[in-house]
């Protein structure tokens, strides 16, 4: 067995399957064709799923920053306007609004999608 999963020959073959969301068995099938069977590739499918899993993560992780930066932008406009002009138009206020309420839906879509990162099914490129 390889010192590392990562440095094994077929790693990047199986690691493509796993991101286009190979099932399990279809991984291990070819794992076994190819003469890798036991620990050996436990391993290597299970480095391959947590990087699928860490390709996930990051991804909504930008969601929800883009999201948490919508709601803070769209609250500190209407806090200016408010403190500083004692005063809001009404465009104002509905721009804070939808401003707010989107960054409120991606900061959710991406904690969500954040803590489902596992059970995710499909191909990575299918969800961005």
């Not at 690691?15 to 399990?24: A, N, Y």
């Not at 590739?41 to 391959?48: H, K, S």
């Not at 991804?59 to 883009?66: C, H, N, V």
């Amino acid at each position: 067995m390889s010192d590392s999963p990562e440095n094994h020959p077929l790693y990047d073959a199986i690691l493509k399957m796993v991101l286009w969301g190979e099932g399990r068995a279809v991984v291990f099938d070819r794992l076994r064709v190819n003469g890798v069977e036991g620990a050996e590739a436990e391993a290597i499918y299970l480095t391959a799923h947590r990087e699928r899993v860490a390709t996930f993560r990051q991804e909504f992780r930008k969601r929800m920053g883009l999201g948490l930066m919508m709601m803070v932008g769209g609250a500190l406009l209407f806090s200016v306007l408010w403190f500083g002009l004692q005063f809001i138009p009404r465009v104002v206020i509905g721009a804070c609004a939808i401003s707010v309420g989107l960054g409120l839906w991606r900061f959710t879509n991406g904690l969500v999608g954040f803590l489902t990162a596992e059970t995710r099914q499909g191909s990575v490129a299918d969800d961005f």
